[in-house]
């Protein structure tokens, strides 16, 4: 897995992105494979067998596994690219006139996704301000700045095919953004059931991602479009990382803390 340089500078506090990155299970397929993200539901069946692979140093050498193998699969993807048998060169990219089938595709999810990054920026600050713990507002505020770098990335992507910048309604994320509007109309300010609830929503928002951005880099891959494959595959990594950041705040602290928060205020109104 190539690290990018915009993950590097992130600007998230070191012991953050080191605790994410250790957080990571069984280390990241390659580009073009099937990616299975860690959400935060359904993660306590896996506690066991986590806590194993990070007491033996396991996930240190899965994470040196997975940039070997990302390395190895980019450059092997280039290599065709450039000697294929009917001469197709790494500059296929110049060639796409988004008239096949599969081009015309491949370029409404570029517009969905771009639509639904640019809709995210708009949801981010919101989620901020709601959110109740620091840990939390700081890794929404991380990730606007990086959603930010996603859209201007896309945009290069735009720019490799030759093709016009342009956004299509991406009525998912329309969706997502709604239940965010209600999570913090029916949670009470300042509990950590918002923020349970902020980061549930925050996690599906990365997981539709995750899902358009991997099916990209393949296709990118499979048309030999070899710039672009490039740059949505950094944004992939990202949001992998983001979404076993958030999945770590959740089950280290937040989770716990609001399932025993009806009973501490109970003892709390008691003692008054």
Same mark, same amino acid.
């Given at each position: 897995m190539k690290q990018s340089s915009t993950t590097a500078?992130?600007?998230?506090?070191?012991?953050?992105?080191?605790?994410a990155q250790q957080h990571r299970t069984g280390g990241r397929q390659s580009a073009g494979e099937k990616s299975s993200p860690r959400g935060n539901a359904g993660s306590a069946s896996r506690n066991s067998s986590n806590s194993n692979d990070r007491n033996n140093g396991n996930n240190g050498n899965d994470?040196?596994?997975?940039?070997?193998?990302r390395n190895s699969r980019t450059s092997s993807s !280039?290599?065709? +690219?450039?000697?294929?048998?009917?001469?197709?060169?790494?500059?296929?990219?110049?060639?796409?006139? +988004?008239?096949?089938?599969?081009?015309k595709f491949f370029l409404?999810?570029?517009?969905?996704?771009?639509?639904?990054?640019?809709?995210? !920026?708009?949801?981010?600050p919101k989620m901020q301000d709601a959110a109740t713990t620091?840990?939390?507002?700081?890794a929404f505020e991380d990730h606007l700045h990086q959603t930010q770098r996603h859209v201007k990335r896309l945009e290069k992507v735009f720019q490799s095919l030759g093709q016009k910048v342009?956004?299509?309604?991406?009525?998912?994320?329309?969706?997502?953004?709604?239940?965010?509007?209600?999570?913090?109309?029916e949670t009470?300010?300042?509990?950590? !059931?918002?923020?349970?609830?902020?980061?549930?929503?925050?996690?599906?928002?990365?997981?539709?991602?995750?899902? !358009?951005y991997g099916g990209l880099v393949q296709l990118a891959i499979t048309m030999q479009l070899h710039e672009a494959a490039d740059l949505l595959d950094k944004t992939l990594v990202e949001e992998e990382d983001t979404d076993a950041l958030l999945t770590e705040i959740a089950e280290n602290e937040i989770n716990l803390r609001a399932e025993h928060e009806d009973s501490q205020e109970g003892e709390e109104e008691e003692d008054d």
């Open positions: 500078t992130r600007g998230r506090k070191p012991n953050k992105t080191a605790s994470r040196n596994n997975d940039i070997n193998s !280039t290599s065709t +690219g450039q000697n294929s048998a009917n001469g197709v060169s790494r500059e296929h990219a110049h060639s796409f006139k +988004g008239e096949s089938h599969l081009e409404a999810q570029l517009k969905d996704i771009y639509y639904a990054e640019n809709k995210i !920026t708009q949801s981010l620091e840990q939390l507002k700081d342009e956004a299509e309604k991406c009525e998912a994320i329309e969706g997502i953004a709604r239940e965010v509007d209600n999570i913090i109309k009470e300010e300042g509990t950590l !059931t918002r923020d349970a609830a902020l980061i549930i929503a925050a996690q599906k928002v990365e997981h539709y991602e995750i899902a !358009t």
